[in-house]
């Protein structure tokens, strides 16, 4: 059997030459219905590019980065991990690789951009999380390296971010938890640093007072995004003299690690305390009970971020490419009934 060539895909699915090359090569100028056709037709035949001959012509490594922060998610952090096969899935369909890269030490990470762009190791960057006044994203917004980031800083415009509406997103599981009669409700927030515990902060003081409800400081705690952080936040809330009824955590961990405690002193979930979580990980409907959130499409966040920054890549004078995405509320068990 002959190998398969650009010619003989071109001809099996009726589309040129060029635009199979391009729909192989990630451009985005191909829609998504023929890319997609192309790719099955070049799977069937076993297509292989010659990527180290693509790569002499384009001047390019076939290679996207995302830095992984000492102090940001990783691996098992299932938020991360779907974050991730998103990226990495969009990136394989454009036979492009994605390079994950650890900094020895949170004073290193900036370095490690230093080192990618000076070594012209990768062809873009992805971001994740970002913060208040972003170094990461002043740096590269003095480059010339196309960088996503999911999330949005300040002090930096004209620069392609994806975002999920956090004030929408909060407000619409605070209100939740205000219609079904609570009025003393904690707020176990992500660290301040991170931008978008602004918009969530923001989302859940703004409809309290609407709501002519108090925000009192004993109910707001500050944690780190994981079981751990949200286990200290409960333990600090439910030893008040006047506990919370419902607590609501900055992520699905957080609120994993709520429902834990409360679970340890005899309580139940949803009925002596609701419970609300952030972001709707693939185990927060299985969850004992199932976990109320705020869900945001982690994996097809991930390949937008993706397919961005290879558009970028492709066409480096194109505008910046912005979009906020609005949160869907989840409603389930943990949130309980109607209080009486």
Known sequence: MASATLKSIAKATGYSVTTVSRALGGFDDVNVDTRQLILQEAQRQGYE??????????QRTQTLALVVSMSGPRFPDPFFSEFVAGLGTA???????????????PADELDVYRRLIAGRRVDGVALIRARFADARIQYLAQTEMP??????????????????????????????????????IAYVMPPRNI???????????????RAGLAVS????????????????????????????????????????????VIQERGLRVGTDVAVG????????EHMHPGLTTV?????????????ILLHRIANPEAPAATRLITPQLMVRASSGPQRL
């Open 49 to 58: 590019p010659n990527l180290q001959a693509r790569a002499l012509q384009t």
């Open 91 to 105: 990136a394989a369909e454009a036979r492009f690789d994605l390079l994950l890269v650890t900094p020895n030490s």
């Open 217 to 260: 400081d004993d109910l707001l705690q500050e944690a780190e995004l994981n079981e751990r952080g949200g286990s200290r936040a409960a333990e600090t809330l439910l030893n008040l003299a006047l506990p919370p009824t419902a607590i609501m955590a900055g992520n699905d961990l957080m609120a994993l690690g709520v429902m834990r």
């Open 295 to 307: 869900h945001q499409p982690i994996f097809e966040i991930g390949q937008q971020v993706t397919r």
């Open 147 to 184: 960088f996503v980031v999911f999330g949005r800083t300040t002090g930096v415009e004209n620069y392609n971010y994806i975002d999920v509406d956090g004030i929408a997103g909060q407000s619409a599981l605070t209100q939740h938890f205000i219609d079904l009669g609570h009025k003393r």
């Open 195 to 209: 931008m978008f515990t602004h918009y969530r902060l923001q989302g859940f003081s703004e409809t309290m007072r």
């Open 277 to 284: 979580g952030f972001d709707d990980i693939p185990i927060a």
